[in-house]
């Protein structure tokens, strides 16, 4: 119990002490560790240091961006501009109770899917009977039938138009001939009546010759 009071004591003794830290020679880490700074500050402290020189008076760490008279106030203690920088001890870490983790209850296990029932066969179409066969048949043929007697049709309508063609055209010609037979009777006339004509006339002059002789 006596040695339990003296660590107690010691303990709260300890948490007293304050270490100085030179912020002259003071690592970005050791300057991190000053409460109030963080790790931008304490790189802004030693960026500061590297281009203006050292610092001259604690308070001179007023200069450094972001670092104001608040930060100040926190460190005035805790900082020095020469000497060796001596690490604070850390303070324990207070001992917390052991939680005991509720049981997690484990999950129950996952079904498994049900089985995808197989797709019925298709039933096979039930056989035909003799009696559906032959009206299987002569609905066929009774179908062919039809379409022969709609072929015949068609050629007949086919012939018969092609006829009422040929025939028409054999009109038109009979017409086209006897439109050009008078003219071609006319035109005999007068190649007839021309030649009378013209041996009348060379019979007429050979008179005239014998006459003059």
Known sequence: MKRLLIALVLLVFS???IAAVNINTATK?????LP???PVKAQAIVDYRNANGPFKTPADIMKVKGIKEGEFAKIKDQIAVSGATSAAP??????????????TAAPPPTPAPAATPAPAATPAPPAMSKADESKA???KAKEEK??????AKAAKEKAKAEKAEKAEKARMAKEQS???KPTSE???KAAKDKSTKDKASADTTKDKDKATK
């Open 90 to 103: 850390a303070a324990p870490a207070k001992a917390e109770p052991a939680k005991t983790a509720p049981a």
């Open 36 to 38: 109030g700074i963080g």
């Open 146 to 151: 039809a379409k022969k007697a709609a072929d």
């Open 178 to 180: 006897a439109k050009e």
């Open 15 to 17: 948490s007293f002490v």
């Open 29 to 33: 880490e050791q300057l991190d560790a």
């Open 137 to 139: 048949v002569k609905e």
């Open 186 to 188: 006319k035109d005999a």
